[in-house]
């Protein structure tokens, strides 16, 4: 891996903790998929999680960057579900930009705040 990312990975990660009243929305990025989760770090549990996998029918013709802001949308449709309006976005040392600013944009326009 990259040194950069696995410093900046190692510098977010120290200060990120997800509790029960406000847990960690992290992201996972790889070549061909997006993964999405909202981590109770206190537990040690996921409590939603959904990728670019489980959306195939629904993202079909769109981009990566228009795919991850409909995952977004969604994680924050079920987070709601869950009760869970507040959360701690972890980009996992990824730059805040393409499609970890989707994710991020796409659940604060589905409800979710951070």
């Known amino acids: 891996m990259d040194n950069k990312f ?4 190692k510098r977010v990660k120290v200060n990120i903790f997800g509790t029960k ?4 929305l992290s992201v996972y990025r790889s070549n061909k998929g997006l993964y ?12 939603v999680a959904l990728s670019i996998k489980k959306l195939e029918k629904e993202i079909k013709g769109k981009t990566k960057v228009d795919a991850a802001y409909l995952l ?19 980009k996992s040392g990824y730059k805040y930009h393409g499609r970890v ?7 604060r326009k589905g409800g979710l705040i951070f």
Not at 6 to 9: S, V, Y
Not at 36 to 47: F, N, S
Not at 72 to 89: D, L, N, P, R, S
């Open 6 to 9: 696995l410093k900046r990975k």
């Open 21 to 24: 009243g406000r847990p960690r």
């Open 36 to 47: 999405v989760q909202i981590i109770d770090d206190a537990l040690g549990k996921t409590v």
């Open 72 to 90: 977004g949308e969604k994680i924050a449709e079920m987070a709601k579900k869950k009760k869970i309006t507040k959360v701690i976005f972890d």
């Open 101 to 107: 600013k989707a994710v991020a944009e796409g659940a």
